[in-house]
């Protein structure tokens, strides 16, 4: 019974066998019933099955015989056709196609090398035997004419057999391969086909020879061979066009008109010397050599006229050849030059031998500015270890005029490549050399209307970036704070709207952060100012060359002895020796950078230290004064023998007479062993009575960190934490500590803050509207005990969250907490109050600052800061530098109506600062204009600097941080330590910056270097810089004259007025301390103007007419004071408002006082009354005791001493 079935599967065997044959046989197509065909490979490898397996796949049903009405198709069949294959293979198909073309050029080229061999092997005078009788008996019966051109020398060539069977082979090649290209090209033009070119040269070098075959006596006829240059021209030319397409591969358009040119000009060169040399063999006989110099000759138009044609065939080919010159050498030298400039407003491509053996960067930018241009050229070659790096700049738009000027310049035209394309094309980044640079910094356009618009290009020039080359570095600058999560796998992201609200912020806590912050991040070597007459300039000038420098420690000169030290130990000792601040330090097994991490932290020798100073070590010498005083036989004095009486000489007075040596600095040091008892400086006895200790501890090497609370010289900061009892009735004693529960975008650090115990409800964060939670209608009504400080933006954008986490900070005392007043453009959404409704004493209001009514009302007569942010609608204008045009008049607007408020401004552009407090006449602001053309004629990349507004820190524009950005390709912790200087970050055990001023009683400690020691000593905080307010006399003629009138011209309501407010105004001008009023330098003028208002007010008082009453009312306002005009405007407006006009400040504006940054200042710098010294505080967390043995520690509620212990495991988490 098995035996049928065996044989019916052996059938059914070989028919699977011979439909699998059928299956392979076919050269393509698809097979759809893959199934059977799997079934059939495993039938012919594997033997039967059982006859059990069979049975039950007959009752479990058989998938075969259902599948026996399966149909193969076949797709492309019309591809299988011997055409089609033919022309797949020589058209189609891109590498067989170039195979042909190469094949067909080196055929081209044999043909004319054929051709110069049988030139050389000919000799005219031998008669071809094989000449026909016939061609004889024609040439025999010439005319007179005849006779002197010889006709068969022209017509017949000797040509010997093995010459003419290889010339023979290659035209019969060359002529099946045209009729096979030409069959395949077809499409239905027959003769379109024939009269081609091509075609017929091809045919006149073909066809004779294969005639020959059949007919010997025309073996020797003349058949133009040399022709075929322009064929093989051809050929190259596809070649080319082919090589380039297999390889994925554009090439230049340039270089290709350059090469068909070059071809151009070799075909018509080689066909004039061939074709000349031909017919005079019938003349003068000339030599192909003869013939070619008399080419080169003509074309060039030199024409020595030695070597010249003798018959008239060689002259009028001459003459069609020059006629074809004329018409195609014209034709190719415009479409030349029409790429050429089309080539220079793309821009070349930066070369792959250039890329590998020279190092570069690539720019990345959506439109390309000069002064964004001159920014980051002038500090990316600031360093020298990047002077022979190559700047490739990626732009879609076309390059600027002044930005051509400018990369024409010698210093940058070898060193700057502009390439026009987007960052979006594989094509346009291998332009650029992407995968080989050595860093792509991608930079927003913060121009754009549309910001948010302008970061998606980012992102996507980043991911293009990231997806062609993952290995070269990226350095992004993003503008919205909520985009920057999408570009987080850079190496480094600088937020724009992150950065400038932390610093416009701590511009309200510590003056002239913005300043600070920019000198550190601008290379400079404190030569700016160093001419000028004016000692501020100087000193401000030479302090400016301080940056942020990194070293290890154990390499290190100025840090390596202080290895098993403290920190606090290590930067006193090194600013007291060297004149260097160390600022900060990394452990080798930790990322994190700490900015003063306190006296608990030892050094050790694997330690990176941060430290600022005028130049990195590794480009100073060390000078020691003792040893030259040995040297000179000078006996060795001692450590205060010197008039300043410290031991250093400062590192920026050497700097100056080290200006002509780039990048190396002589450090001149004293006695470096100073006795232990010269340590103790003693209080002066006129100061002797008091609190304070009768002198300055010395830093301990391992200080008693215990001991230590983080404190300046005024008060202790934690007093608001352990004197609560007395403060149970203040508005921030209810206050808690915790990180905020709302964050407006994604990638904000947690910052601990002082928080509300609950969140206040929408309706109470609007200052100017009462609701049933509170009837406060106006900044008065609140009664806080600090000054306002109101921020102005057109909307309320995720970046000004980070304006107020900083003011919020934990650090900060809580009685110094100033309420925060926002004050937009348009009403903020509600994303945006659930992310602020946790902070205490953070308000808003819709208004402008254009609007005196709304400045009024959100408490700007109570404010002591005013923010005046950028507007996104204003940044594009048509004139680039008008974008600031409307900020700048509001400002100066306020200015006049409340000058004693320190407004804060952003600029779009750096170079508007000098319309800040504008005045025409104001002869210094002249001289301060000249002096800055000056530096900037020296090169100086800080040539604003001396702008009384810069130098204040009352002006700020966010391109000054661009070089914070280019700085990293160099420093890559920069960005890092300056997001800790500006609470951006908060590292569990990183100090923070804040501000202490000296007043009267701090003047005993005298100088800069024993205010850095008490403060070591006793808080163990790191003095950075110095913010000096300084008195001067401005020559001004407009300022004396406004000062007179103002003087004179003070009516009597006005003069009764101060009388009655006087003990207010003495508490204002008690609090503002910093600066006098133009009243107190000029009492005498101020008392004799009272005297005159009196007896005005007398005379006023007699009965007089109605003409009299008139004419004293018109000579009143006639005399009346700008300053008058606009206080009694703003009473005015105030009184319409029903708001109080007791609070309003009449205080002239400070004409006599300027303010500028001195960052790390010899230690022998005096201090003055009212300098507000930089300070690193520890961090308060890492100072908590962590048992409670000793009992030390400050008497805190359960409450808060659960929270503190929360709160650091919260932070190192």
Known sequence: MSHPRRSSSSHGDRSSTETLQKNNSSNSGVILDISALKMAEVDTEVPPLPPRYRFRDLLLGDQTFQNDDRVQVEFYVNENTFKERLKLFFIKNQRSSLRIRLFNFSLKILTCALYILRVSLDNPQVVNSNTCATCRNNSGTNTTESAEINWELIFWVNRPVPLWAIQVTVALISFLETMLITYLSYKGNIWEQIFQISFILEMINTVPFIITIFWDPLRN??????????????????????????????????????????????????????????????????????????????????????????????????????????????????ELAYLWMESQKLGGNYSRHRAQTEKHVVLCVSSLKIDLLMDFLNEFYAHPRLQDYYVVILCPTEIDIQVRRILQIPLWSQRVIYLQGSALKDQDLMRAKMDDAEACFILSSRNEVDRTAADHQTILRAWAAKDFAPNCPLYVQILKPENKFHVKFADHVVCEEEFKYAMLALNCVCPATSTLVTLLVHTSRGQEGQLSPEQWQRTYGRCSGNEVYHIRLCDSKFFGEYDGKSFTYASFHAHKKYGVCLIGVKREDNKSILLNPGPRHIMAAPDTCYYINITKEENSAFIFKQEEKHNKGLPVTGLYDAPSRLPVHSIIASMVDQATAYGTVAIDLQNPDPPEESSKLTLPTENGAGSRRPSIAPVLEIADSSAILPCDLLSDQSEDETNQSDEEGSVGSDFVKGYPPNSPYIGSSPTLCHLLPQKAPFCCLRLDKGCTHSSFEDAKAYGFKNKLIIVSAETAGNGLYNFIVPLRAYYRPRKELNPIVLLLDNPPDNHFLEAICCFPMVYFMAGTIDNLDNLLQCGIIYADNLVVVDKESTMSAEEDYMADAKTIVNVQTMFRLFPSLSIITELTHPSNMRFMQFRAKDCYSLALSKLEKIERDKGSNLAF???????????????????LLYQSFVKDYMIAIARLLLGLDTTPGSGYLCAMKITEEDLWIRTYGRLFQKLCSSSAEIPIGIYRTESHMFSTSECKDSYVQSQVSINVEQGMEHRERGESWKEKTA??????????????????????????????NKPSSRAERISQQRLNLYRRSERQELSELVKNRMKHLGLPTVGYDEMNDHQNTLSYVLINPPPDTMLELNDIVYIIRSDPLAHMPEDSQGGQARPTTKNQQEFGTETRDETHL
């Not at 008109?257 to 063999?281: N, S």
């Not at 600097?945 to 820190?953: E, K, Q, W």
Request: hydrophobic fraction near 50%.
């Open 221 to 334: 006829i003349f058949v133009p061979v040399f022709l075929n240059c322009w064929l093989a021209k051809g050929a190259l030319e596809n070649m080319i066009n082919d090589f380039h397409r297999a390889i994925q591969r554009t090439h230049s358009a340039m270089f290709n008109q350059v090469f068909i040119l070059i071809c151009t000009l070799l075909c018509l060169v080689f066909t004039g010397a061939c074709g000349i040399q031909h017919l005079e063999r019938a003349g003068k006989h000339l030599s192909l050599f003869d013939s070619f110099y008399f080419c080169i000759v003509t074309f060039s138009t030199v024409g020595y006229g030695d070597v010249t044609p003798q018959i008239w065939p060689s002259k009028l080919l001459v003459v069609i050849l020059i006629c074809v010159a004329l018409v195609v050498l014209p034709l190719q030298f415009e």
């Open 945 to 963: 600097m001396f702008r009384l507004p810069f130098a204040a820190g009352r002006v700020f524009s966010i391109s000054m941080l661009d070089t």
């Open 1071 to 1100: 609090h503002r301390n910093s600066t006098t009023s133009d009243q107190s330098e000029h009492p005498l003028l101020r008392k004799k103007s009272m005297q005159w208002a009196r007896r005005l007010s007398r005379k006023a």
